[in-house]
């Protein structure tokens, strides 16, 4: 559960605030009183109710809704006084692929994530510190590992069956919350490259930028796989903030030759805390500006990130002896290694409108980009973006409908060695070239802590244009599917 930063003036955010053209009050003036995704301010008016990604704290609980029997015998209110709060958020959905993909089918899927926060103050005096931790109990099975075999997974909750440690680390705060140290197993995405308007929307790659997901060693540090951290934030203002995180680069290690288990299954209880891979280093600055130019009392957030991993990576063209192709017959099979690789990620998330009678309803829209170096990655160019609108019917304040679109670039090397299989006639799958999503989803929240999720998806070239079992391209699918979440 995270804390709320409380408001507060600086003499640099007076400085931003002249420079930038900005009304410097504008932080006591309420336009930006509640925290968003990633636990910096929410500035996207349509941040959804209810998600599953881990950067989000579901708001409302179902506790409310349940009388006598919300808190029995007061056990919840005696523990948080003391400083323990648990919340425990079960998200089950049933997602069909009725046409397109691999093959047609359907799947039902499920995820208990029981959180535990602990503010050590409270509980043992230890001033500025909290301990956080949670566990995932996921069931069923995934569609796009199943069914549709796509790059960005249709859904952020897929994973394999198990019973996971996810994130254990303890925060240290110092000057008044403007500076934090996090130590512990820590999962990338609760912090870094977070879009609050994408929070409503099922499928993974609005999560987390999917060139991350693809290129880093078994998928990154991320859902359902966190590593052993360290991150540091300062925040100078209540609008600006720096971070930076180092963590252990790979959460699953590298598997033997000829091994090809899964990474899900090699650490198979998030119990590993691996520390001797070679590390991955991000950084991100984000601005929270209280207005877009031109406009007033519409806020929105700029972000700006980057990263580097320091291990080795395959070439998916080039062999390693002589300077061979990969797709020449007397090719050694063995890819040519590259040191190190890096990214960089842009976000802009947007207030478009806000009712005038309702602050907490109205439009945001987000868009992101992420690029990496070409000749060492399966994709180069990762881009989304989306458009959500919380109460737009009458009468539905906390109802969320969105719109957003995920565009994922083919690499040019992997282009060129679907290519040369083509000349050498080592393969004969059609070339790839990009995969697209486009997503509609609606969030109707049915009480407090209880939200049902109507969801399309149409995925174009799926695997970016992989070829099927008899040689051509896997059609595009459409997928169709109905979330439920209940947050306690």
């Known amino acids: 559960m995270r804390t709320h930063r409380k408001p507060g003036r600086s003499g640099l955010a007076s400085v931003l605030a002249l420079i930038l053209g900005a009304d410097p009050a504008w932080a006591q003036d309420g336009l930006l009183p509640l925290t968003g995704a990633g636990g910096d301010p929410q500035t996207a008016v349509a941040q959804s109710r209810t998600s599953d990604q881990v950067s989000v704290t579901n708001k409302g609980s179902i ?73 995932f109990q996921i069931h069923g099975h995934g569609l796009s590992r199943a069914y549709v075999n796509n790059l960005t997974t249709v859904s952020g909750i897929e994973a394999l069956p198990a019973t996971r440690l996810f994130e254990l680390w303890v925060e240290q705060s110092f000057l008044g919350d403007r500076l934090s140290i996090k130590v512990g197993q820590v999962s990338a995405d609760t912090e870094f490259a977070i879009a609050q308007t994408g929070v409503v929307f099922l499928n993974a790659g609005f999560g987390w930028p999917n060139v991350g997901a693809v290129v880093l060693p078994s998928g990154g540090p991320i859902y359902p796989l966190a590593t052993p951290a360290v991150r540091v934030k300062v925040v100078p203002t209540d609008a600006l903030s720096f971070q930076v995180g180092l963590f252990n680069g790979d959460p699953a290690g590298t598997p033997p030759p000829g091994d090809e288990t899964d990474p899900q299954r090699r650490n198979r209880r998030g119990t590993d805390f691996r520390v001797n891979d070679p590390a991955l280093l991000i950084g991100e600055v984000a601005y929270a500006y209280p207005s877009f130019p031109g406009t007033q009392g519409l806020p929105g957030t700029a972000t700006l990130g980057g990263w580097h991993h320091f291990g080795p990576f395959d070439s998916p063209r080039l062999d390693r002896v002589g300077g061979r192709l990969l797709a020449e017959p007397e090719s050694s099979g063995i890819s040519r290694r590259f040191r190190g690789n890096a990214g960089l990620y842009a976000i802009l998330d947007q207030t478009l409108y806000s009712e ?133």
């Not at 987000?366 to 060492?376: C, E, H």
């Not at 998806?457 to 040689?471: H, I, N, S």
């Open 63 to 135: 506790e409310s809704s349940l009388g006598p029997y919300g808190d029995p015998f007061g056990l919840r209110a005696v523990l948080a006084q003391r400083g323990l709060t648990y919340v425990l958020t079960y998200i089950g959905e049933g997602l069909a692929a009725p046409s397109g993909g691999l093959r047609q089918g359907a799947t039902y899927g499920g995820r208990l994530d029981t959180a535990l926060d602990i503010d050590l103050d409270r509980f043992m005096g230890w001033s500025g510190a909290r301990v956080h931790t949670d566990f």
């Open 356 to 488: 005038p009678d309702a602050p907490g309803e109205g439009a945001s829209a987000f868009l992101r980009l992420s690029a990496v170096p070409g000749d060492r990655n399966l994709i180069d160019l990762y881009v989304d973006a989306g458009i959500a609108y919380q109460g737009l019917l009458p009468g539905r304040p906390n109802d969320t409908i969105g719109l957003g679109v995920i565009h994922s670039r083919i690499a040019p090397a992997a282009r060129a060695f679907d290519r040369d299989g083509l000349i050498f006639g080592t393969g004969g799958g059609p070339i790839r070239s990009s995969e697209t999503v486009i997503e509609a989803t609606y969030q109707a929240e049915i009480v407090p802590g209880f939200t049902l999720q109507p969801d399309l998806q149409y995925v174009m070239r799926p695997g970016g244009g992989l070829p099927d079992a008899g040689g051509r391209r896997i059609r595009n699918a459409t997928v169709v599917g109905l979330r439920a979440t209940i947050n306690y």
